[in-house]
């Protein structure tokens, strides 16, 4: 099933209840939120304050939290009790990725291991046993607006033979630069969870959001 998740990065906060009701109106039912602790990524973005509020104005949306912090592990307990329904973790940010992993699982959340663009899918080899979510980052992580990393085409690929000859069922997520001219030719490399920070929230957010999931159809 193709799911599109809007990243909540791009939005406009001044307006912040309006607009998360305009994507959850036009048929997004899940919120992608990037959490930077300005350590592992050169950029600090929002965290628990902003998050309950988020919460708070569409409680019956799901939100995927993008941790880009390290030791991610340190705040589980934290977006447990914000009512994350999954939590990505970045492969590059821990050394004990498999125990924190296992540690996600066992709160009951879905979980999330991501790569950054320079880091092989050989490194979460290993643990894709264990996730829901494989997010492969699209752009350098830390900001929104990048382009798209063009080799990421192979990765996606890539990923999906590896799920495919181990008989898994991860859902293949897709974080940055996505819009409305490369989605056709990501979903049919194989990705089927898509982030859109500034295609949804740059311009018209209902008719953005309207017209991506119309494209994933
Ligand atoms: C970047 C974040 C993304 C970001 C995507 O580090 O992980 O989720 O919001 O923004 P766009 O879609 O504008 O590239
Ligand atoms: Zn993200």
Known sequence: ???????ILSIDFGHMEDELKKVVNAGADIIHVDVMDGLFVPNISFGPPVIKYVKKAIPDTKLDLHMMVKDPIRYLNTYVSLGMSDITIHAEATKHLREDLL????????????VSPDTPLSAVENVLDL??????MTVYPGFGGQSFREESYDKIR????????????????VDGGVNA????????????????????FNGDTEA????LLEMMK
């Open 208 to 211: 953005n959001t309207k017209r």
């Open 103 to 114: 540690q996600i699982k066992e709160s009951g959340l879905g979980v999330g291991v991501a």
């Open 1 to 7: 099933m193709n799911i599109l998740a809007p990243s």
């Open 181 to 200: 001219e490369n989605i056709d030719k990501i979903l049919a490399a194989g990705a089927n969870m898509i982030v859109a920070g500034s295609a949804v």
């Open 158 to 173: 890539e990923a999906v033979q590896m799920r495919e000859t181990r008989g898994l069922s991860f859902d293949i997520e």
């Open 131 to 136: 996730i829901d979510i494989l997010l492969i």
